[in-house]
């Protein structure tokens, strides 16, 4: 069966610290990945997408970045964070040709 | 621009009573439709769907409405239940092989009481 693993489920850092979040999908081969952030009361804005290794999509131009290293391996990373990339993030993946995302259980990200 | 929109925030409702959630888009290419539910602190977790040749689905206690001219669906919950507790989130599916995605709406925090 299909899983997906994303991890650490909370953490706390400080402004213009690194990130990286790391997700990973088992059980299934050439998955697109999303990552997904909610905001505090906001609704769940896209930032990243990959149909493939290497091949990574933008939807909204921030600080952040994301890379898939692996064909299940999706990493979403910054170098120096900012008070408002606080929120929970979440990673997400789909078989090619479905529709419904399978969501990871989700990083809440505290910047201080 | 929001494709998808959930113009209520909140909705109360009493144990055993309908739960109606709503949700409107614009984008006419959308040809999916599907509701996911979210508890704090998790992923969100998919619900029900329905494709865009249908009006209605149905799932025990939940059901998808998809009204196509108006550009708007709605999800009951029938009876609603405390743990049905959550905000729910409508999602739209459009774009064609690995271009397709889901575009969501902003949430609607449903609390039942008991």
């Known amino acids: 069966s299909q899983t997906i693993h994303q991890w650490p489920a909370t953490l706390v850092q400080p402004v213009g610290s690194p990130l990286s979040l790391e997700c990973t999908v088992e059980g299934t081969s050439n998955p697109n990945l999303y990552w997904y952030r909610q905001a505090a009361g906001r609704g769940l804005q896209l930032l990243f997408y990959s149909v493939g290794i290497g091949q990574i999509s933008s939807e909204v131009p921030q600080n952040l970045s994301a890379s898939r290293p692996q064909d299940r391996q999706f990493i979403l990373s910054s170098k120096k964070l900012l008070l408002s990339d606080s929120g929970f993030y979440l990673c997400?993946?789909?078989?090619?040709?479905?529709?419904?995302?399978?969501f990871g259980s989700g990083t809440r990200l505290t910047v201080v | 621009d929001q494709q998808v929109k959930q113009n209520s925030p909140s909705l109360s409702v009493q144990e055993g009573r309908i739960s109606i959630l709503n949700c409107d888009y614009t984008n006419s290419m959308f040809d999916y439709f599907l509701w996911y539910k979210k508890y704090p602190a998790e992923g969100p977790t998919f619900l029900i769907s329905i494709s865009s040749i249908k009006d209605k689905n149905e799932d025990g206690r939940f059901t998808v409405f998809l009204n196509k001219s108006a550009k708007h669906l709605s999800l009951h919950i029938v009876p609603s239940q405390p743990g049905d507790s959550a905000v729910y989130f409508c999602a739209a599916s459009g774009g064609s092989g690995s271009a397709r995605q889901l575009t969501f709406g902003s949430g609607t925090q449903l609390t039942v009481l008991p």
């Open positions: 997400a993946w789909v078989s090619k040709g479905n529709y419904g995302y399978t």
